[in-house]
Nanobody, 127 residues
Framework: EVQLVESGGGLVQAGGSLRLSCTAS????????IGWFRQAPGKEREGVSC????????YYADSVKGRFTISSDGAKPAAYLQMNSLKPEDTAVYYC????????????????????WGQGTQVTVSS
């Protein structure tokens, strides 16, 4: 059974940084895509960033471009989200999701593309 575990969330002041990690267990396969999604209180879940480990395709939401960087880690499978210049509006529960193999079509923030989901990690940015 594939399980995803997120870590790295926490409380940080505006302008600070956090690095989220997403690690998959129960599978060793280097063809995958991992996405990061977030859900703020009272709002719908939205796609933040995703990466295809097989060919390096990357997607970023406009709201995080230039501040967040996604990377993957070979056949672990794992992915990381480096979040810099954090803003209070980045406050949310962050979820990672994975699909094996990576989709051959355009990579984007579509939840239906992903088969496995983590439990989420809270990120709180204070002003």
């Amino acid at each position: 059974e594939v399980q995803l575990v997120e870590s790295g969330g926490g409380l940080v002041q505006a302008g600070g940084s956090l690095r989220l990690s997403c690690t998959a267990s129960g599978i060793t396969f280097d063809d995958y895509a991992i996405g990061w999604f977030r859900q703020a209180p009272g709002k719908e879940r939205e796609g933040v960033s995703c990466i295809s480990n097989s060919d390096g395709r990357i997607y970023y939401a406009d709201s995080v471009k230039g501040r967040f960087t996604i990377s993957s880690d070979g056949a672990k499978p794992a992915a990381y989200l480096q979040m810099n210049s954090l803003k209070p509006e980045d406050t949310a529960v962050y979820y990672c999701a994975a699909v094996f193999p990576a989709p051959s079509w355009e990579l984007g923030p579509w939840e239906d593309e992903y088969d496995y989901w983590g439990q989420g990690t809270q990120v709180t940015v204070s002003s």
